[in-house]
């Protein structure tokens, strides 16, 4: 039996929702929320916990804006070709990925393929890998990029085309213990490039950073907050018991200095779909015309093979196709709120003061968000949501293992210690939707117990708490992360 059908009120005020008009107000008081669920994104909450549960769209969507969703869907997912528009452009020459869900199965995150050999004590000493679903950044150390390949290494090319590049990582750990015994690791990835294209960069010359994908939950949530109330948590979030001073990115994009939401460090004011398109996959648009590659030494010699590019590969209208369907993906209900454990885990959530960060309520701006080329989706708009994030930056530490989590890469206004919070909402799907759960910019934690013991900084008082629980309680703040 379709389970919308116990929920009569939920799906009479969605299905209202459908011939709002931007000055309509939305009001979803009388929505009758299903027992043992809550409603984290509003009316863009979806109830599937199945391996599709990040992938499905809101109820809200209808007429031409379902059909646009479902041509953005098959945009995002299609594996891109070298010849699609017949003049030799399309993917490439170089990229990281061959389509937005090649590194973002089912709208989630792929598993990080670097992990592959590791995980079950087979590697075989090479350490390196092809297609690694993830990108890799890289800088000098004073900062400054390097003339030949930019802020990204392109580990993948067309055939004809050497690849900027190649992952090699070998993973060092270390295990520690709870104090009641319980023994935990934390694993460190050290990253090098191996077969450079042009000038081999010297190790003690290079920083380099790896970002596995993000889930792309709440993303027309998250571009529809309301800066105002993300810039007064910034103002009002200074805890110094706790060692928590939050603050926000700025950036300019499109000529126009903006609040930073979206990116592991806050560092852009949008979802980034033409960005995507160009850098990782090398499919130029309006807004990037130009190869990734151009002006690289291999474009210059004649080594592409004289290929002509004489067209865009993307059309705008293509573009916020791809904008509209991220904006509008639902976002998964929680589950089992009514689990005794799951009670146990949230109120050790806020003993622990994850929630100073992990802010759990939110608000969207009035009349939702424009897309890209100008359409609105106003069904957005005046939502109270839970996404368990701030989206500010916080300094995450820097010395743990010698490592921590500072990875020297500058972004905006945030350093290389700073990272925005990530929002937690739909996180305990993760292995349901991608089949690990591998956690944190690169990947590192293969838990939620390590991401949690890889908090340093702004978060060294609340991973104390966290330390000094019982295993009991551990296992229950754990048990309410798997809710969300």
């Not at 994104?41 to 379902?66: E, I, N, P």
């Not at 041509?71 to 061959?98: I, R």
């Not at 499919?283 to 002509?308: A, F, H, V, W």
Request: proline share 4%; hydrophobic share 30%.
């Amino acid at each position: 039996m379709n389970k919308w059908l116990h929920f009569p009120l939920l799906l009479t005020a969605l299905a209202m929702l459908g011939s709002c008009t931007d000055d309509e107000k939305l009001d979803v008081t009388d929505i009758d929320v299903p027992t043992g669920y809550e409603l984290s994104a509003g009316t863009s909450t979806g109830f599937y916990s199945s391996s599709v549960a990040y992938d499905q769209g809101a109820r809200w969507l209808s007429g031409a804006y379902s059909s646009r969703f479902s041509s953005g869907d098959q945009l995002y997912d299609n594996v891109k070709s070298a010849n699609e528009n017949g003049y030799g452009g399309g993917l490439g020459p170089v990229y990281a990925g061959y389509s937005c869900g090649s590194c973002h199965r089912n709208a989630g995150r792929t598993e990080p393929t670097y992990w592959t050999n590791f995980k079950n004590g087979s590697d075989d000493g090479s350490g390196q890998y092809g297609f690694t679903s993830s990108l890799i950044y890289i800088t000098r150390r004073n900062g400054t990029f390097f003339p030949n390949y930019g802020r990204v290494i392109h580990d993948q090319a067309i055939y004809g085309v050497k690849p900027e590049g190649k992952l090699k990582v070998t993973i060092d750990s270390m295990t520690y213990s709870f104090p009641d015994g319980e023994k935990y690791t934390l694993c460190v990835p050290k990253w090098h490039i191996t077969e450079w294209y042009a000038d081999s960069i010297r190790p003690e010359d290079l920083f380099c950073t790896v970002r596995v994908p993000l889930r792309h939950v709440g993303m027309g949530q998250m571009m529809a907050l309301d800066p105002n109330e993300i810039e007064a948590l910034a103002r009002k979030s200074n805890y110094p018991e706790w060692g928590i001073s939050g603050r926000c990115n700025y950036i300019t994009e499109r000529g126009v200095r903006q609040l930073g939401l979206s990116g592991n460090k806050a560092q852009h004011a949008d979802l980034t779909v033409e960005l995507g398109f160009s850098s990782d996959m090398g499919l130029t648009n309006s807004r990037y015309p130009e190869e990734i590659c151009e002006g690289q030494s291999q474009m210059k010699d004649g080594s592409m093979m004289g290929l002509s590019y004489q067209q865009l590969d993307c059309t705008t209208e293509q573009m916020e196709d791809v904008d509209l369907y991220m904006q509008s993906l639902s976002v998964p209900a929680r589950r089992n709120v009514n689990d005794p454990d799951v009670i146990e885990g949230q109120k050790l959530f806020y003993q622990a003061g994850c929630h100073l960060c992990h802010v759990t309520t939110l608000h969207t701006k009035k009349r939702g968000t424009t897309l890209l080329a100008g359409t609105t989706l106003p069904w957005l708009g005046g939502q109270t949501i839970h996404p368990y994030s701030d989206y500010l930056l916080h300094d995450m530490g820097s010395e743990i293992m010698g490592v921590g989590l500072n990875d020297n890469f500058v972004s905006g206004l945030a350093r290389g210690n700073e990272w925005r919070t990530t929002p937690l909402w739909g996180i305990g799907l993760q292995k349901k939707v991608n089949g690990h759960t591998y956690f944190l910019h690169d990947g590192r934690a293969r838990n939620f117990t390590e991401a949690i013991m890889w908090h340093g900084g702004e978060g060294e008082a609340s991973k104390n708490k966290f330390k000094n629980m019982t295993k009991q309680q551990r296992n229950q703040l754990i048990q309410f992360l798997w809710s969300l």
